[in-house]
């Protein structure tokens, strides 16, 4: 009950497991809610300003100092650029690994969360098709570590090999918007059956 509770009242508006995850480490079902509503309507706004502030400084730099940022400059790299320029060489410095130990946070994230949705949802299900287990026999934990572990390698050399499938794109962002528009209206479509359909699982 409390998976699929949590699972339900998030999944439309994350369809992200490593976050699903985070709401489900709360100690029931009303403080996965109101920890995801939180969410919601504070922490998506304030990083939605945080993420355009870099844009914001640059278009106020660029009117009062008109020759302090090149006219050719990529929207790709502002952030970057004006992060140099506020904060100096060694506070730049900081900036950096603060979103490179953001991105490796995320990535391991996922990588967890891909890890225990292959042990729990396609490799459970297989060794019950195959008759090897019974829905009712407790899980073997060592044995599920090690197809978690070898789920997070298979996984991780699959998204670096992702690299060269989308290094066709110009930009990041590009890579980014097709792979959701590829795989959102399938996952989305899963999860509103799920939600609504006590069968559907």
């Given at each position: 009950?409390?998976?699929?509770?949590?699972?339900?009242?998030?999944?439309?508006?994350?369809?992200?497991?490593?976050?699903?995850?985070?709401?489900?480490?709360?100690?029931?079902?009303?403080?996965?809610?109101?920890?995801?509503?939180?969410?919601?309507?504070?922490?998506?706004?304030?990083?939605?300003?945080?993420?355009?502030?870099?844009?914001?400084?640059?278009?106020?730099?660029?009117?009062?100092?008109?020759?302090l940022l090149p006219p050719d400059l990529?929207?790709?790299?502002?952030?970057?650029?004006?992060?140099?320029?506020?904060?100096?060489?060694?506070?730049?410095?900081?900036?950096?690994?603060?979103?490179?130990?953001?991105?490796?946070?995320?990535?391991?994230?996922?990588?967890?969360?891909?890890?225990?949705?292959?042990?729990?949802?396609?490799?459970?299900?297989?060794?019950?098709?195959?008759?090897?287990?019974?829905?009712?026999?407790?899980?073997?934990?060592?044995?599920?570590?090690?197809?978690?572990?070898?789920?997070?390698?298979?996984?991780?050399?699959?998204?670096?090999?992702?690299?060269?499938?989308?290094?066709?794109?110009?930009?990041?962002?590009?890579?980014?918007?097709?792979?959701?528009?590829?795989?959102?209206?399938?996952?989305?479509?899963?999860?509103?059956?799920?939600?609504?359909?006590?069968?559907?699982?």
């Amino acid at each position: 009950f409390w998976e699929d509770g949590i699972a339900g009242s998030v999944g439309f508006l994350f369809m992200n497991m490593g976050l699903i995850m985070r709401f489900m480490a709360t100690k029931n079902v009303h403080e996965g809610r109101k920890a995801a509503t939180i969410n919601i309507l504070f922490m998506l706004p304030i990083s939605a300003i945080v993420v355009g502030g870099g844009g914001w400084v640059a278009k106020a730099i660029s009117v009062k100092f008109l020759n302090l940022l090149p006219p050719d400059l990529n929207p790709d790299s502002v952030f970057v650029v004006i992060s140099n320029i506020i904060t100096g060489p060694g506070v730049f410095g900081f900036v950096i690994a603060a979103i490179a130990a953001a991105l490796m946070s995320t990535v391991s994230t996922l990588l967890n969360a891909t890890a225990a949705i292959w042990v729990n949802d396609v490799d459970r299900p297989i060794m019950l098709w195959l008759k090897k287990i019974k829905k009712n026999d407790p899980v073997d934990e060592k044995r599920a570590m090690v197809i978690a572990r070898t789920a997070t390698a298979a996984f991780t050399i699959l998204g670096v090999a992702a690299v060269y499938a989308f290094n066709s794109y110009p930009t990041v962002y590009q890579a980014h918007a097709f792979f959701h528009a590829t795989l959102t209206p399938p996952l989305m479509i899963a999860i509103f059956f799920g939600a609504f359909w006590i069968k559907f699982t």
